[in-house]
């Protein structure tokens, strides 16, 4: 499962499907990133999970299916299942 924070502006329309992706800046050094681009060349999908966990009350969060990645420039665009 790959693990990510949301603030508390985007989490609710997150976890109610209204945004079903997150965008987030590729840093090489972190296992995600890896994980995910490698997942994105290969076309897994649908074999990982994302947790979205609220920043500010780490005990609210939700689990879904990944459902696709994109890159664009340096950034990864991460679409789940609503």
């Known amino acids: 499962?790959?693990?990510?924070?949301?603030?508390?502006?985007?989490?609710?329309?997150?976890?109610?499907?209204?945004?079903?992706?997150?965008?987030?800046?590729?840093?090489?050094?972190?296992?995600?990133?890896?994980?995910?681009?490698?997942?994105?060349?290969?076309k897994d999908y649908g074999r990982q999970d994302i947790k979205i966990t609220r920043a500010e009350l780490p005990n609210d969060s939700f689990v879904r299916q990944i459902k696709h990645i994109t890159k664009w420039q340096r950034f990864l665009l991460i679409t789940w299942r609503a």
């Open 1 to 42: 499962m790959i693990e990510f924070k949301s603030s508390n502006l985007y989490f609710d329309d997150e976890q109610l499907g209204l945004k079903p992706f997150t965008i987030r800046e590729i840093d090489n050094k972190d296992g995600r990133f890896l994980q995910l681009i490698d997942m994105m060349h290969k």
